[in-house]
């Protein structure tokens, strides 16, 4: 493939994350999107007013059935990827789905053998991978913080209710790339303990626990429910902490003490350094490498076996909710 040529694209779903796609993508030197489908009256209305250049449909069929479309974006409800992904490879695209990939691990193996039987690319867009953040909370967790010693988030805000997924697989799945990215262990048991507070919802309130053969330990706060939207992350080291504010893009990193085997535990106040973040939009990144991954063949940085560990371990979530925090042992292939 000419890595010069653009790729005709179509964007499904044009919901509350389709128009971040549709707009980097019109943005992008690398895609040219043709259609854009919706179900909604109201979201194809905006859609037309906003791109009265680009074919607006309420059938998929319309994008799939279309030789000339090689790329498709899904972004619709999570309960809908399998069918769509599925039908969109059997039609020999390449397919970038929305987060959660699936909604079972067995519905994410179902879509990497399709893909591999195929020849056809499948991504799955953990945005927060490619945030000038997290990449930069990898190089550091790697080179300069020692050993990794913990990862402990609060993820939580008054709002978007689902219906069809509960609160980690809406908002955990976010620390879960982020952990899946920075960090090279993988969790053998995860235990989760939350509420449904809300008639007719799934789980609004949750915490979940990531258990390591290694001395590590993830934990991750979500709720729905909370007064103040709070977004912070903190990565513990032998040698220095990683403190995340997502609501303001830094990360500082605070020395701790050296002499952590004396006979006690000391603290001291230590310098804050505060280190320059890439600024480059994080859709564009993941269009660049899911274009460049297509032209070559190599895997990209969110590819679908991360989105399976990332299904898998929410799977075991929903079994350790149902049993009141119960340890569910996992078994992630990398």
Same mark, same amino acid.
């Not at 709070?230 to 605070?254: A, F």
């Given at each position: 493939m000419n890595k010069n040529n653009k790729l005709a694209a179509a964007v499904i779903g044009f919901g509350y994350w389709g128009p971040n796609l549709a707009r980097n993508l019109i943005d992008n030197e690398n895609f040219d999107l043709k259609y854009i489908c919706d179900s909604s009256a109201r979201s194809r209305k905006f859609a037309t007013q906003k791109y009265p250049q680009i074919k607006i449909t309420d059938n998929?069929?319309?994008?799939?059935?279309?030789?000339?479309?090689?790329?498709?974006?899904?972004?619709?409800?999570?309960?809908?990827?399998?069918?769509?992904?599925?039908?969109?490879?059997?039609?020999?695209?390449?397919?970038?789905?929305?987060?959660?990939?699936?909604?079972? +691990?067995?519905?994410?193996?179902?879509?990497?053998?399709?893909?591999?039987?195929?020849?056809?690319?499948?991504?799955?867009?953990?945005?927060?991978?490619?945030?000038?953040?997290?990449?930069?909370?990898?190089?550091?967790?790697?080179? +300069?913080?020692?050993?990794?010693?913990?990862?402990?988030?609060?993820?939580?805000?008054?709002?978007?209710?689902?219906?069809?997924?509960?609160?980690?697989?809406?908002?955990?799945?976010?620390?879960?790339?982020i952990l899946d990215n920075i960090c090279k262990f993988r969790p053998i048991a995860v235990s989760a303990t939350g509420h449904a507070h809300v008639k007719g919802y799934p789980c609004n309130t949750a915490y979940m626990t990531l258990f390591y053969k290694e001395p590590f330990i993830a934990h991750i706060h979500c709720s729905w429910m909370a007064p103040v939207k709070?977004?912070?992350?903190?990565?513990?080291?032998? #040698?220095?902490?990683?403190?995340?504010?997502?609501?303001?893009?830094?990360?500082?990193?605070?020395?701790?003490? #050296?002499?952590?085997?004396?006979?006690?535990?000391?603290?001291?106040?230590?310098?804050?350094?505060?280190?320059?973040?890439?600024?480059?939009?994080?859709?564009?990144?993941?269009?660049?490498?899911?274009?460049q991954s297509i032209c070559t063949g190599s895997p990209p940085l969110t590819d679908a076996q991360s989105g399976l560990r990332l299904v898998s371990i929410l799977e075991g979530a929903n079994i350790s909710l149902s049993q009141n925090g119960k340890p569910i042992d996992l078994h992630l292939i990398d």
């Open positions: 998929s069929r319309d994008v799939l059935s279309d030789k000339s479309i090689s790329t498709v974006f899904i972004a619709t409800p999570p309960s809908t990827h399998f069918a769509l992904a599925k039908e969109a490879l059997n039609c020999e695209k390449n397919v970038l789905v929305e987060k959660p990939l699936a909604s079972s +691990s067995l519905e994410c193996k179902e879509l990497i053998d399709l893909a591999n039987r195929n020849g056809c690319l499948l991504m799955v867009d953990h945005t927060f991978a490619y945030t000038g953040a997290v990449r930069k909370m990898r190089e550091l967790s790697s080179s +300069s913080i020692g050993e990794l010693l913990y990862y402990d988030s609060v993820r939580i805000n008054l709002g978007l209710f689902q219906k069809d997924v509960n609160v980690l697989w809406d908002l955990a799945v976010h620390d879960l790339a709070i977004r912070k992350t903190l990565v513990g080291g032998s #040698q220095k902490m990683l403190v995340y504010d997502d609501l303001e893009p830094t990360i500082t990193i605070n020395p701790q003490n #050296q002499e952590k085997y004396d006979l006690r535990v000391n603290y001291r106040s230590a310098d804050i350094f505060i280190p320059k973040l890439e600024s480059k939009e994080a859709l564009d990144l993941m269009l660049n490498e899911f274009y």
